[in-house]
């Protein structure tokens, strides 16, 4: 390996990092990790630390799952890649789509369109969702609907759907028709609403005033995450789902499901929408497919929807979209071990007491440190905390505050992410309880040294 000093000198010289200024490694070079293994990583200068992040919310088996690594070699000496446009498939694709199926039963969706990452599957998704309509014979309904403080990733579609401004503003115009509903956000609110349940009535009251606004019959799909993941990790309360389902069904409108976060097990559940008793119309799946080990995401979709497209004898329903990594078969490698090893673990199961411990341990955290605003979390291992400079005003925190937080909390053993005004922990799901307490006690320390 290159040195340590190469190594920074040319990150800032040669690298744009995404998500940050190009001045910014510069001034703020990034950790340069050069390891990892179970649930730590190892940067360039020797220090071991929990990876309280999980890569990027992707890392959910850790970081030395040998059945993946395994199943990328030997698939890598059998077939490294083949397309699946039309006229080819590969045997790999074919074997992960059944399992994809029987795993996503209980959510009632059957078919997998394959993609290579997040911001394709929302893509994936959102052009779906027009043509259903297309073939339906609804071509005006063209509009997306979703919420704002949510990310679906940074494709032009997905930027446009997104609900915060830092993804948008430099890029826009960005697709006309999209339209923000307030998120159920309890902790700030254009409502001033404190209650979570009052609160999720008053969203849904927006969502229904803007369909009746625009029209039901110009809208074709409103997307949302369960618990909206990069925006905060804000959970919604338990019957905001519900309610989105019921509008979206009563106006003809698909309910995308964007999972890119929560399919697999975070949630504690198999998936967001179950986690709340819902049934989507699609769900976008990326991250946990593969763990991290490949690029590589599939959207599912509902037996009704599917069958609209296959029962078309119009000639609309030709699917004008894909990847060339489509079902690329090393990705079906890695994601049907990972699938195999997250049902083999139970990782939900472990994401729902591991998280327990944690939301409590921020809990307590936040009894002794007023630069918590708030603690969110109680939904397996997303937990996100709020920092403020002042409790009674929520005046927001300085940037140099939170730059020693986070500083101080790698050197006390921990990574995590900061987003905004928000500490973010997504940590793999397989972590103990001794890592947890890693974590709450490198969070301490910095907020010891705040
Ligand atoms: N949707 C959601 C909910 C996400 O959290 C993300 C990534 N954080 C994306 C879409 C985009 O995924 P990717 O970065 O793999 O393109």
């Given at each position: ?23 910014d ?12 293994a ?16 999980g ?7 850790g970081f ?6 395994d ?10 890649y ?12 074919i ?34 969702a ?5 073939i339906?014979?609804?071509p ?13 990733g940074?494709?032009?579609g ?9 993804f948008r503003?430099?890029y826009e115009?960005?697709?006309p028709g999209?339209?923000h509903?307030p ?5 700030r609110?254009p ?8 609160l ?8 229904e ?26 959970p ?13 069904s009563?106006n ?28 989507p ?13 490949f ?28 990847y ?10 890695a994601a ?6 997250t ?12 998280g ?11 009894e ?14 997303m937990?996100a ?12 925190i ?8 986070q500083e ?6 921990a ?10 922990l ?12 890693t974590i ?11």
């Amino acid at each position: 390996m290159k040195d340590s000093n190469f190594l920074k000198e040319n990150n800032a010289r040669s690298i744009w990092h995404p998500m940050a200024h190009p001045a910014d490694s510069r001034a703020n070079p990034p950790t340069i990790v050069t390891g990892a293994a179970g649930v730590r990583i190892t940067d360039i200068d020797g220090h071991e630390v929990v990876d309280a992040v999980g890569g990027l919310w992707n890392v959910n088996l850790g970081f030395s799952c040998q059945p993946v690594k395994d199943a990328i070699a030997a698939q890598l000496d059998t077939l490294p890649y083949y397309s699946t446009f039309r006229g080819t498939s590969n045997d790999k694709v074919i074997e992960l789509a059944e399992e994809l199926r029987d795993f996503f039963a209980p959510d009632g969706l059957s078919r997998a369109f394959f993609t290579s990452g997040g911001s394709d599957s929302v893509e994936t998704a959102l052009r779906l969702a027009r043509q259903y309509h297309k073939i339906k014979g609804e071509p005006g309904r063209v509009k997306y609907l979703s919420l704002k403080k949510g990310y679906h990733g940074t494709h032009t579609g997905g930027a446009s759907v997104n609900g915060n401004a830092n993804f948008r503003t430099q890029y826009e115009p960005l697709l006309p028709g999209c339209y923000h509903i307030p998120a159920p956000y309890t902790y700030r609110n254009p409502f001033n609403e404190t209650d979570p349940e009052r609160l999720a009535r008053l969203c849904l009251a927006a969502l229904e005033d803007e369909i009746a606004f625009q029209g039901a019959s110009t809208i074709a799909a409103f997307i949302m995450e369960p618990i909206l993941g990069a925006g905060g990790v804000i959970p919604p309360h338990p019957g905001f789902m519900k309610g989105v389902r019921n509008i979206c069904s009563k106006n003809g409108i698909l309910l995308i499901a964007d999972e890119v976060i929560t399919a697999f097990g975070r949630t504690g559940s198999w998936s967001g929408s179950r986690h709340w008793g819902v049934q989507p119309d699609m769900m976008c799946t990326a991250k946990a497919i593969t763990n991290g080990y490949f690029p590589f995401g599939a959207v599912m979709i509902a037996d009704a929807m599917a069958e609209v497209f296959e029962n078309d004898s119009s000639g609309k329903a030709a699917i004008g979209h894909g990847y060339t990594y489509s079902g690329h078969p090393v990705g079906a490698a890695a994601a049907l071990a990972c699938l195999a090893e997250t049902k083999r673990l139970k990782v939900n199961e472990n994401a729902a007491a591991r998280g327990a411990e944690l939301y409590a341990g921020l809990q307590a955290l936040a009894e002794k440190h007023d630069i918590i605003g708030d603690v969110r979390g109680g939904h397996g291992l997303m937990c996100a905390l709020e920092l403020v400079s002042d409790r009674a005003t929520k005046a927001s925190i300085d940037k140099p505050t939170i730059a020693t937080i986070q500083e101080t909390a790698y050197r006390a053993g921990a990574m995590i992410r900061i987003s905004g005004p928000n500490v973010i922990l997504s940590p793999p799901l397989v972590l103990d309880s001794a890592d947890v307490q890693t974590i709450l006690s490198a969070l301490a320390a910095g907020f010891e040294a705040a």
